[in-house]
């Protein structure tokens, strides 16, 4: 076929072909006589690949990436590149979502008032500055590498020694011993790592999803758990559209976020949650009204949540709570939406 021709058929502009062949993503031959180009059949196939690729929104260099990837038939490295790709979209759509929430309410205020306040903009200022929270976790305790032995360890990986390994798999039986999951609820585990929870949680005869920022955590939860769909992401940001799940668990992540990002990973699920629906969170926590000062105590690189923030806040968003202690430092929060 001639530039015209395939251009044609595919609906995508000769200029847009040029531009592919200029990057190296597409390589035509071209006649000894007059240099004309020629697609074959495959360079269809090539052209189709990459401008779907466009379509969803990824730059010419990831598209060379990825097209590097399949050529060498790496369908683990394809599978994680598309769901980074995924992930980072994911990410755009969630501040965006709360961006355009918080202008509506702006503009409410403006309707009512006829004016711009000024502490209405500063405070429209001041919550959009939070939401690039969404984008800002960052993994320092390198989950890829501790995946390989976190199931051998996981209460020594999971919060070091501040819980015995007797008392981390009492935590995961409280926690599906609160949720209750019924047959046919859909759950979410948040941070689910090699899907130690969630297993639990599907021997109940629930139908679990799981979402981890760590692609060789996901790998060997897959390995365990063929059968539970996973998407690579993080609590600030959930792969999932509104209103989906019965109930979402995370056990021993949050201590893994600061104090804003603990809020805005509370957001995340209440936005996933279907009505009336149901919260379980455990690790390393303490009490305001008890010793606050004795969490400086704990190891550099955890945030222990503080129980009585948590709580307060699911109480503003019209959850009933209750927690139960473990030790001195792992607690288990639960919480219900009363509508």
Known sequence: MKINELAQRLDVTPRAMRLYEQKGLLKPERSTDNGYRSYSEQDGWRLQTIASLREIGLSIPQIQSLLEKMERGDSAEVHHYLELQRMAMVTKWVELKHTITHIDELISRFEAKHELQLEDLYQLAKRLKLLRQHSSWKDKWDFDHLAIDYDQSSAQMAVGTYSSTQEYDKTLSFMVQWIAPQNGEFGLDVGTGTGNLASKLLSEGCVMSGIDQSNEMLARCRAKLPDMPTKLGNALSIPYMDNKFHFVASAFTFHHLNDQQQLLALEEMNRV???????????????????????????????????????????????????????????????????
């Open 273 to 339: 949650l279907k009505p009336n629906g149901r919260i379980c969170l455990s690790g390393l926590m303490f009490n305001q009204s008890g010793s606050p000062t004795h969490a400086l105590t704990l190891q550099s690189d955890k945030h222990p949540s503080d129980r009585s923030k948590l709580t307060a806040w699911l109480h503003n968003q019209h959850f009933i709570t209750v927690h139960h202690q473990i030790n001195e430092w792992i607690h288990v929060i639960y919480a219900v939406r009363k509508n």
